[in-house]
């Protein structure tokens, strides 16, 4: 059982949000990132599944 909210946010995010992508570099990791941070931004049942999945709602 995971504690940590924030471990099922980089789960997804490296599962799903940037799932099978190869960077360039850094610079490119950091953007791809970004962006995988902005779209689940907008998952609000996501987000709160995170949450409930470690009992705090």
Known sequence: ???NPD???W???KNV???NLCCQGLDHLKTELRKAKEQLRHK???IKSFFREVGLV
């Open 1 to 3: 059982m995971r504690l």
């Open 7 to 9: 471990e099922d946010v």
């Open 11 to 13: 789960n997804y995010l």
């Open 17 to 19: 949000g940037m799932k």
């Open 44 to 46: 609000t049942q996501i």
